[in-house]
């Protein structure tokens, strides 16, 4: 078991950035971020699986950008062009392995307390 610690929510105007961080106790195979807004299922935004492979949710390809720091085992995601929709609670998930991607969000068995992201427009 994995615990996972989140940061840097907050609120933005629509067309700004944040960029959220979350710090594992150990190394996992695959890592990502999902997002549940009130009175919604949650949905996988992007994932992160050994050193480079990468996957994203089609509303946030081209404005979000995930990255992982091995050494820190730390997972981040950079948001920019940030849109009222995109408004939700954010949690930093993992798992040891089948197939990382954010529509798999069942093999997710570790995850973080969350963090809010608020973008008003």
């Known amino acids: 078991q994995v615990q996972l610690v989140e940061s840097g929510g907050g609120s933005v105007q629509a067309g700004g950035s944040l960029r959220l961080s979350c710090v594992a106790s150990g190394y996992t195979y695959c890592m990502g971020w999902f997002r549940q807004a009130p009175g919604k299922q949650r949905e996988g935004v992007a994932t992160?699986?050994?050193?480079?492979?990468?996957n994203y949710a089609d509303s946030v390809k081209g404005r979000f950008t995930i990255s992982k720091d091995n050494a820190k085992n730390t997972l981040n995601l950079q948001m920019n062009s940030l849109k009222p929709e995109d408004t939700a609670m954010y949690y930093c998930?993992?798992?040891?392995?089948?197939?990382?991607?954010?529509?798999?969000?069942?093999?997710?068995?570790?995850w973080g307390q969350g963090t809010q992201v608020t973008v008003s427009s």
């Open positions: 998930a993992a798992s040891p392995g089948g197939r990382c991607h954010p529509g798999n969000v069942g093999d997710f068995g570790d």
């Open positions: 992160h699986a050994m050193y480079t492979v990468t």
